[in-house]
């Protein structure tokens, strides 16, 4: 089972910057498709962006498209969403999440359903002040 954390999360102005990252352990990195969703306070977890396991599939929600990038390095267990133009509606608790692929799926597009991920990090803060 992967074993996954969140950093980078803070407080920042609209139209600033934030970089998340997401540190995993365990079975291979490559093994699983990624996901970051987020949650707001009295709203359901929503589908932010997601990455196939070989880098290659990338997915975003239409309200982040345009600003949000996701990107991933297998050589360090890692993958990032870097978030550009924030608005004061992104903020939330940001999780990553991975699904387990086998090889020969490894360029899949990992699920937008947050049930059908495998693990999940503690989640980190973002705030956007207007």
């Known amino acids: 089972q992967v074993q996954l954390e969140e950093s980078g999360g803070g407080l920042v102005q609209a139209g600033g910057s934030l970089r998340l990252s997401c540190a995993a352990s365990?079975?291979?990195?490559?093994?699983?498709?990624m996901g970051w969703f987020r949650q707001a306070p009295g709203k359901e977890r929503e589908f932010v962006a997601s990455i196939s396991g070989n880098g290659f599939n990338v997915q975003l929600a239409d309200p982040v498209k345009g600003r949000f990038t996701i990107s991933r390095d297998n050589a360090k267990n890692a993958v990032y969403l870097q978030m550009n133009g924030l608005k004061p509606e992104d903020t939330a608790v940001y999780y990553c999440?991975?699904?387990?692929?086998?090889?020969?799926?490894?360029?899949?597009?990992?699920?937008?359903?947050?049930?059908?991920?495998?693990?999940w990090g503690q989640g980190t803060q973002v705030t956007v002040s207007s």
């Open positions: 999440a991975a699904k387990f692929f086998p090889a020969f799926a490894a360029h899949l597009a990992p699920p937008l359903r947050a049930q059908e991920y495998n693990a």
């Open positions: 365990g079975r291979p990195f490559s093994s699983y498709g």
